[in-house]
Each structure stands twice: as structure tokens, then as C-alpha cells.
């Protein structure tokens, strides 16, 4: 029981983390939207996770949803345990789709926390020897520089 309460406790920890993290996303919207202006005109759309937000049209949103699915990857070994195989397919496409739409800065860490979060359904030693943690860290990092 001790090994299973464990990693719960630390996905809690981090989910409230991720959360807190993105509490005033709308702030940093006024000051993106100015700041990418010239390159954003100048490149319509040629590659979709080519600005500053990746696919996502303001800071606000990529926030939102970054910290919303860093989250629900928190919580997939929940999802897991209560039996919940169709909500969890749908977590994990979300994260998925989450990954492919990140800034290109944070694709390469969000794709290995994508990764882990997967692998730690069938071994939750992922969460237990700190390679979630690990995979969390640079997710939240973004997160913490890019959403005030």
C-alpha cells in the first residue's frame, strides 16, 4: 500500500504545482502579442509550432493547455487505477496532440514527458525512482518563465 500511496502523493504534489503555475496566464498575453508581431506577419502559419506559442494563437491558450495537460499526465496512473480505459485512451491522445502543437522550444521535453507519462502506466517505478519528476521539471520550468 506504502509503494502505491507514494506515487500518488508526488502526481498530486505536481499536479497542484502545474496549476499554480498557470494561475494568471491572460497577463502575459498583452506583451506576446506585441513582442512576435513582425515575424508572425512576416510567416503567416509555414510551419504550425514555429511561434513564439507553438500552435496556439496567445499566450494565454498555450499556458492553459500546457498546464492542463502536464497535469492530466500527473494524473494518469488515477485514471489507471480506477479502471477508466476509455477516459484514459482520451488523456492520452490529448497529450499527444498537446505535444505536436507545444513551442518549438519545449517540443523535445513535452514529447519526453509524453513518453514517461505512457511508460509509468505499466511500470510505476517511473514515478517512484523520480523519471516522471525528472520529465515534469523542464515542462514546469517553461511553464513558471512563460505564464506570469
Do not use: H
Request: proline fraction near 9%.
Amino acid at each position: 500500500m506504502k509503494n502505491t500511496a507514494r506515487p500518488l502523493t508526488v502526481t498530486a504534489l505536481l499536479a497542484a504545482l502545474a496549476l499554480t503555475a498557470c494561475s494568471a496566464p491572460e497577463a502575459a498575453a498583452p506583451p506576446s502579442s506585441s513582442a512576435p508581431a513582425p515575424s508572425a506577419s512576416a510567416t503567416p502559419s509555414p510551419t504550425n509550432s514555429s511561434g513564439p506559442y507553438g500552435d496556439f494563437p496567445t499566450a494565454a491558450e498555450a499556458c492553459k493547455t500546457i498546464s492542463e495537460q502536464a497535469t492530466g499526465a500527473s494524473l494518469f496512473p488515477l485514471s489507471a487505477a480506477q479502471g477508466k480505459t476509455a477516459e484514459l485512451e482520451q488523456l492520452k491522445a490529448e497529450l499527444s496532440r498537446t505535444a505536436d502543437r507545444v513551442p518549438d522550444s519545449l517540443k523535445a521535453d513535452f514529447a519526453k514527458l509524453n513518453q514517461v507519462a505512457v511508460a509509468g502506466l505499466s511500470d510505476q517505478t517511473v514515478y517512484s525512482s523520480g523519471k516522471f519528476q525528472d520529465a515534469m521539471a523542464p515542462v514546469t520550468g517553461w511553464i513558471a518563465a512563460n505564464c506570469k
